[in-house]
């Protein structure tokens, strides 16, 4: 479907192939040919994994698991939009209740039970959201991110806002617990700070403290054995066992969250999984023509064990993105850093951190490769204005918008950077929107698993995280 309307693509011939940077510091034909025919390898394994994961593991003899539950997630949520008792009408029903019940969303998680969540709401929402009457928010409660860390002054900020007042509203706020194993420190914590502080707020008003929360968790763990009582929730969302925390954006732990906020309700959300959907058909057709997942793979898995890149710059020209720019982080950190390999993922949002790292970038070591998110048109832009007691600068500026600008600087970024034997890439999307954010999500955990295989650690599971998880509970012993 690529060129078809909405469609992100993958730009880099111009900017990282041997013509463009030279071939010490390009990619040669010659690489491309050879990571093609690695590419038709690993989409056997990954079709053979897919349709018999639980023999793939036992042929490994590993315990890590392989969850590819999110590959298919998009399409079966749509499959099920229409069931009456389906999640997704659960969700619809749950939303809408939680926005008349109360002012304030909390979504309290942490890593991949938060990230894919917050960069829905960046990149989606209106960036004054919690700032817009309830009408320009299209009766949409203020959304608040928690249990993200164990910081007692953030924390008691939220709960000051959270308990200010209730504004007409029966409870002050409702929330909305995210955690797949139901045994996160993190979120632990703030859950149970969180309840304390409705509870003791509202022991006098009489509304159940039940009906203001829900939880998004796994099959088992104590959020779920915690039931519907009433020290319960009055709401579960599932996240499934066959999907990992970090490719569960399309499940509850993102639509949930995103149901609460968005301007164009439950529409929206389909839209984001349309594009998800479209996003796994392109992945599914050849491994290189019209598919910027599997192009994507390759051309990070060359950059950084051929060029030796180890530095993975993600560079989106809008704050919007900047979440997802942190969302990516982790994909590709917990995925990929492994078995002392996987290059080091960062964010960068232009033009801003070109007054900030930009130097360091044209002219320090060369051991990064960037990826720009470019969104070509914008619903709002503004002609750019005279420079005050700047002729040269409104010349310049002259016939121009504020966009226009913005891709100037990303195209001028990139020559300069190019001229210098520095490679970069380009997601470009039409617009910023759930159906383009949807493919782009899901380009980025394809490509995730299929850089996984090439480099040949497991892109699912992240037993390092556990390794810190245990020193923390050590010392909280003594
Ligand atoms: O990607 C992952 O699996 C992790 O980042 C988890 O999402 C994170 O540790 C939170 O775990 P849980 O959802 O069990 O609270």
């Known amino acids: 479907m690529d060129g078809s309307a909405g469609a992100i693509r993958l730009e880099w011939e111009q900017w990282f192939s041997e013509d463009a940077v030279g071939s010490e510091r390009g990619v040669r034909a010659s690489e491309i040919r050879t990571v093609q025919r690695a590419l038709r390898r690993v989409r056997r394994e990954i079709d053979r994994e897919r349709a018999d994961p639980a023999e793939a593991v036992r042929r490994r003899g590993s315990d890590e698991p392989l969850d590819y539950g999110f590959w298919d997630c998009p399409r079966r949520v749509l499959d099920s939009w229409q069931q009456p008792d389906g999640e997704i009408r659960r969700i619809a029903l749950t939303a809408e209740r939680l926005a008349r019940l109360a002012e304030r969303h909390i979504v309290l998680g942490i890593g991949g039970s938060y990230l894919g969540a917050k960069a829905l709401f960046d990149a989606l929402a209106d960036p004054y959201h919690n700032e817009l009457a309830r009408e320009s928010r299209h009766g949409r409660p203020r959304i608040y991110f928690e249990g993200n860390n164990v910081d007692a002054a953030q ?25 797949k194993s139901g045994a996160t420190l993190e979120t632990s914590v703030v859950y149970s700070v969180v309840r304390g502080a409705l509870e003791a707020a509202e022991r006098a008003a009489g509304v159940s403290v039940r009906d203001c929360f829900v939880a998004t968790t796994g099959p088992t763990g104590i959020l779920r054995e915690a039931g519907d009582g009433p020290d319960g929730f009055s709401a579960f969302f599932d996240v499934p066992d066959e999907i990992g925390g970090r490719y569960s954006v399309f499940t509850a732990v993102g639509l949930m969250p995103m149901a609460m906020f968005a301007a164009g309700g439950m529409d929206e959300v389909y839209r984001l999984l349309e594009g998800a959907r479209d996003m796994t058909d392109r992945a599914e057709g050849g491994v290189w023509d019209d598919n910027p997942a599997y192009q994507y793979a390759a051309l990070q898995h060359i950059a950084h064990t051929k060029r030796k890149y180890t530095i993975r710059v993600m560079s989106p020209w809008t704050r919007r993105l900047e979440s997802l720019g942190f969302w990516y982080d982790q994909l590709a950190a917990e995925s990929l850093g492994k078995k002392e390999t996987g290059a080091t993922p960062l964010t960068m949002v232009g033009t801003r951190e070109l007054h900030s790292r930009g130097q360091q970038h044209q002219e320090g070591r060369r051991d990064k490769i960037i990826t720009n998110i470019i969104v070509e048109s914008v619903p709002e832009d503004m002609p750019a204005p005279r420079i005050r007691g700047d002729k040269k600068m409104s010349d310049l500026l002259e016939g121009k918008t504020v966009h226009d600008m913005s891709l100037a600087a990303a195209r001028g970024t990139n020559r300069a950077y190019r001229e210098d034997g520095r490679p970069t890439m380009s997601i470009i999307l039409p617009v910023l929107d759930a159906y383009t954010l949807g493919q782009l999500m899901q380009m980025l955990m394809i490509a995730t698993v299929v850089e996984g295989k090439l480099l040949g650690v497991s892109p699912f599971g992240q037993p390092g995280v556990r390794v810190y998880k245990e020193r923390m509970a050590d010392e909280l012993r003594r």
Not at 155 to 179: K, Q, Y
């Open 155 to 179: 924390l008691a900020a939220t709960l000051r806002a959270a308990c200010a007042d209730r504004g007409g509203f029966a409870a002050p706020f409702s929330a909305n617990v995210i955690s």
